[in-house]
DNA sequence: GTAATATGTTCTAAACAACAACAAATCATC
DNA sequence: GATGATTTGTTGTTGTTTAGAACATATTAC
């Protein structure tokens, strides 16, 4: 009698938003490709996706260039190029510092400014900062741009329909309501979500991540560990967007307390902070953290960097038995843990979870640098154009 | 350059197939539907509804019989109901027997037999017996019937695509083609998969999980425990098929050696075995365990059961941390757990995730009986036609 | 320089849902 | 018990969108 979920009815409208979109996810995607390519890949007529990429560029969501010298017979086909107008802003409110970034369609990170801090910011701090910083940027992107909005990336939980941070333990926010502030002190739309599941995404459409549609990400940071996950092609968000939390699976059951109030979650074992406290650095960035771990002298660097290892297997064994993804992407210092000691990771990862579903994994690290999370966060941005890119009016905001 | 996942463009037709399809799944997820409530719940015209509804008439997939006596103004709508004739063929080979039945859209089980085994059977034995008995079924259900195929549910490891056991441990099966042999032997399309993935499919669109779009389901057997996840209101199979096993996910780090060959899993001290040890039963059901579990008044078994919870709420609290669920399903002795002890799982799953993660989520039992896993099973059979209605041909099988 | 090949372009056809107008069947009211 | 209001089924027409065919164009191959 009564009807449980309420999927929608499709008309002939929908069939072109979705072909619309299709093609421009496309272009973004692959930052440019041929017309030719995109009849292939779609299995739309050629007719049909003339008249798509035409409105797209219409609505200068898409440009076309000449063709590419390909020696193939046949009439050249033009390149579909993204389109310079649309951009985003990307924001990441850090400990020690905001970052925010002008991103345009196809990934392409056009600004980017680190903006230190003496002390970890206060939401109402990162509002006023980033407002700022952003309104510098709109003067230098005010012409032949179209702001889509602002993504922001958040190293905490984010309800995902409303931008409250339910809470960024290193922060010290808690039930923030940062993206409707943003959105008063900028008059942009803004759209925030976890820093993690932001790169994974990035990773995903960008990155290590391309053309796979099962894997999980985990990413190690000063503050602690985070992750997402693709599943069936799709972002895994779960029911409020707090999905993808694997830093607080349990890998020690008598294991220490956990900042989160649980026991031996794996993001109290496996920290960043105990190997930059070996290495004797102080202050060190991730490259020279990674050089100091590689160098592979010091047994008690190497001993604490497989200790590690072993707890992070214990929850990449959790998570492929849930999970069966084809890839395991390893950012941060993860990755580094994994540059150290591959052969012991990939044996625990092989050896560990059920056999059918360890064969189909691999690891590998992210491939994505600095600009992940401006790379993530800026598709929130755009999800909007990109899954309705009929909704893009040139001349809004 | 390289155009990295290749999705498809949408034409005419795809709108058509669309909607028959959600029509019919519509109808098939409510046992029976006014047609007007179809125009409503799809956001379609009338006179679409009365196209698609007609065309699925006409291929006998649904039937429409007088409206209901609804006391509400208006012209009544006629009811649309699951047609009688599409069935499928469910089984479910299990240790100490194989239970085959006969299901009809709309989940409706209109037979079911139970064919108990002396000795845990073989791949062999188990596909002779099956297509026996599935053999004597089609006789009585020849007449006025179109067989969609076989749907299996199998207590291990399935691979999605060609049905292939990689492992069932109870079994004893290892890398057996069920799904192949079974579908020579019968001469029907086969289609395996996980038994409480399966369950976790019946229970999300018939059970306890009706409209919610992120549960999980973990089921308890007396061999094991496995599970399920729908994210997104779609079920999560992973990159193969082995999704959902939350039985092997780690519980106590210095435990017991699993049969997995890993350290402390959720079904190595979570077990349906040392419970009915405590009771002094043998032989007992499901009902009569439950029964001796609530009967209350034996401190050892009490214990046993909390022992047992503490543990499960450990697996919980992974799985919530990382999939963000709104409810979780507990199906088999671990509802039975639950039954004996709810305050206390309660309490745990209400504060070992993270706090934001936790308020979204509640816990309920299954809310469908022994038919769970004929019903799952089934679905599979009628996934073909239930994503194109006009692929059903009237006459085939 | 000509043929082969692949692709853009244009015009027409087919599929489909939306819409409008009308008919039918129920309830509410007097 | 008749009349009006309301909801829904029915029918014929319209608008949107992709598909397809025919032709034009630009490249490579020989």
Redesign the interface.
């Known amino acids: ?12 409208s ?2 072109r938003r ?2 619309l979109s ?1 093609v421009l ?2 272009v973004h ?2 930052r ?2 041929p017309r030719s ?1 995109l009849t292939r ?4 007529n050629r007719s ?1 996706i003339a008249a798509l990429v035409g409105e797209l560029v219409e609505r200068e969501l898409l440009v076309e260039a000449e063709p590419d010298a390909s020696n193939q017979v046949g009439r050249p086909s033009p390149l579909a190029l993204p389109g310079p107008r649309p951009i985003a802003f990307a924001v990441n409110p850090e400990i020690d510092a905001i970052t925010v970034g002008v991103v345009g369609l196809g990934a392409t990170v056009l600004r980017r400014i680190r903006h230190p801090l003496a002390q970890s910011p206060s939401v109402s701090d990162a509002v006023i900062v980033t407002a700022q910083l952003i309104d510098q940027l709109r003067g230098e992107f005010g012409d032949g741009h179209t702001v889509l909005g602002i993504g922001a990336a958040i190293p905490g ?1 984010v ?1 995902a329909k409303d931008g409250v941070v ?2 960024a333990p290193h922060l010290h926010w808690i039930d923030e309501p940062f993206a409707a502030e943003l959105e008063a002190a900028t008059g942009l739309p803004v759209f925030a979500a976890n820093d993690a599941n932001l790169g994974t995404r990035a990773e995903s ?1 960008f990155g290590a991540g ?2 796979v ?2 894997l999980i990400y985990l990413n190690g940071g000063a503050s602690g560990i985070g992750g997402g ?1 693709i ?4 972002a ?11 830093g ?8 220490a307390v956990c900042h ?3 026991v ?1 979650c794996l993001e109290t074992e496996v920290r960043r902070d105990r190997l930059v406290a070996l290495t004797g650095l102080t202050d060190v960035d991730s490259d020279e953290l990674e050089a100091a771990l590689l160098a592979g002298d010091r047994v008690d660097i190497r001993t604490e960097v497989l200790r590690q290892t072993d707890f992070l297997a ?1 929850a990449l ?3 492929v ?6 890839t395991i992407i390893l950012g941060g210092f993860l990755g580094s843990l994994y540059a150290v000691a591959p052969e012991q990771l990939d044996a625990l990862v092989a ?7 360890a064969e ?1 994994v691999s690891v590998v690290r992210s491939a994505l640098g600095v600009n992940r999370l401006m790379i993530g966060a800026a598709e929130l941005a755009f999800a909007s154009v990109l899954e309705d890119p009929s909704s893009f009016v040139i001349g809004e905001t």
Chains 1, 2 share one sequence.
């Open positions: 009698m009564s009807i449980p979920t309420a999927p929608d009815g499709r008309g002939n929908d069939v979705h072909n299709l996810r496309l995607q692959s440019g490709v390519a890949s779609t299995g739309l049909t939980l309800r339910r809470l459409i391309r053309g549609a099962d996950i599943s069936g092609g799709r895994l968000t779960g029911v409020e967007g707090y999905a993808g939390e694997f607080h699976t349990v890998v020690a059951t008598a294991g989160c109030g649980a031996g214990v064994r959790n998570a038995n849930i999970l069966n993804p084809s050896s560990q979870p059920l056999a059918a579903s189909a």
